[in-house]
């Protein structure tokens, strides 16, 4: 892993953001670099012109607050790890935002450098592996779906209740039904009719 992280910090309050940079900089394994910044409007211009091994993002800034913070940095940023570092200490908040896309959620009471820097490490890592795992999945699904669609055999994915969930062309001109006719159909009752 390269030793370089390159860090946004989405902190409007000056004394947690001061507090946070001086704990990353207690780390001497790694070369930071943190961009701070006090809005998301500025997190947003930051993401689109640089790019971000992590962002650290509080959940109550000057134009946005809550949830929907990581939402929308999440759509701003989508290839860059978010970890949500906030004063709010509430599990089910934290447990929504890493359900919707964050990677780790720090009450700021309980953070320590050690813990800090782990978390970035960790969060950069998962989602090198999440973004891997997807593109792999895309690349196998267009292949798939390739070699499927273009073959002259009909061709069938059913779930476990044999309910139609995929079919090509070919089953198409086979049944004589449209594919979003087919869809959802149980597989037994094509063969029957």
Same mark, same amino acid.
């Given at each position: 892993m390269n030793?370089?992280?390159?860090?946004l910090l989405v902190e409007d309050n000056p004394? $947690?953001?001061r507090f946070i940079r001086e704990m990353?900089?207690?780390?001497?394994?790694?070369?930071? =670099?943190?961009? !701070?910044? %006090?809005?998301?409007k500025d997190a947003s211009d930051y993401v689109?012109?640089?790019?971000?091994?992590?962002?650290?993002? $509080?959940?109550?800034?000057?134009?946005?607050h809550g949830i929907d913070t990581?939402?929308?940095?999440? =759509?701003?940023? !989508?290839? %860059?790890?978010?970890?949500v570092l906030t004063g709010n200490d509430d599990e089910q908040l934290g447990i929504e935002a890493v359900q919707i896309g964050a990677q780790d959620y720090l009450p700021k009471s309980d953070v320590n450098s050690t813990l800090l820097i782990r978390a970035i490490?960790?969060?950069?890592?998962?989602?090198?592996?999440?973004?891997?795992?997807?593109r792999s999945e895309a690349e196998y699904r267009s292949l798939i779906d390739d070699v499927f669609d273009?073959?002259?055999?009909?061709?069938?994915i059913l779930d476990r209740d044999f309910h139609v969930v995929w079919?090509?062309?070919?089953?198409?001109?086979?049944?004589?039904?449209?594919?979003?006719?087919?869809?959802g159909r149980d597989k037994r009752q094509l063969i029957d009719d």
């Open positions: 030793n370089d992280i390159h860090i004394g $947690d953001a990353l900089l207690m780390d001497t394994k790694q070369q930071l =670099t943190i961009d !701070p910044v %006090t809005t998301l689109h012109a640089s790019d971000y091994d992590c962002i650290l993002l $509080d959940l109550s800034l000057p134009d946005s990581v939402l929308k940095m999440e =759509t701003e940023a !989508p290839e %860059t790890p978010i970890v490490r960790y969060a950069i890592e998962r989602h090198r592996s999440e973004m891997a795992l997807r273009t073959s002259m055999v009909a061709v069938l079919c090509n062309e070919a089953t198409e001109v086979y049944f004589g039904i449209a594919r979003d006719l087919l869809l």
